[in-house]
C-alpha cells in the first residue's frame, strides 16, 4: 500500500519559517509527482506546490511562490517543502499527495492526485 507521512508543522510567527517533509512508501518514487495542499475549514482544498520526481520539474501556487521551496531526496523518497517569509494567511492543515506523472505537466490539481497522507497542521501567528 502507498503511504505518505507528513511531519514538521507546528507554530510559528509572522516572518519565521518552517520545513514540512513528506516520505512516502509502497511506490516507486521516480514515477510519481508530489504534491503539497493545504485546507482551512470551510474552505477547498488549495494546491501550493508540487514536484516531478523524475526530471524536478515544479509548481508552485501564486500565493506561496517567491516564498515556499519545494525539493525532493530521491534516497530518503522524501519531498520537503522549505515556507520562508510565513504569513497568517498561510495557517491551514498541510497534506501530501502523490500522482503518476502520466502527462507534460507538472500535476496540480487535487483530482490529480491518486494518494494522500494524513498532513500536519501549520499555524502561523500574528
Known amino acids: 500500500d502507498v503511504q505518505l507521512q507528513a511531519s514538521g508543522g507546528g507554530l510559528v510567527q509572522a516572518g519565521g519559517s518552517l520545513r514540512v517533509s513528506c516520505t512516502a512508501s509502497g511506490l516507486t518514487f521516480d514515477d510519481y509527482a508530489i504534491g503539497w495542499f493545504r485546507q482551512v475549514p470551510g474552505k477547498p482544498r488549495e494546491g501550493v506546490s508540487s514536484i516531478s520526481i523524475s526530471d524536478g520539474r515544479t509548481y508552485y501556487s501564486a500565493s506561496v511562490k517567491g516564498r515556499f521551496t519545494i525539493s525532493s531526496d530521491n534516497a530518503k523518497n522524501t519531498v520537503y517543502l522549505q515556507m520562508n517569509s510565513l504569513k497568517p494567511e498561510d495557517t491551514a492543515h498541510y497534506y501530501c499527495?502523490?500522482?503518476?506523472?502520466?502527462?507534460?505537466?507538472?500535476?496540480?490539481?487535487?483530482?490529480?492526485?491518486?494518494?494522500w497522507g494524513q498532513g500536519t497542521q501549520v499555524t502561523v501567528s500574528s
Open positions: 499527495a502523490a500522482a503518476l506523472t502520466l502527462g507534460a505537466a507538472v500535476p496540480r490539481e487535487p483530482h490529480e492526485f491518486d494518494h
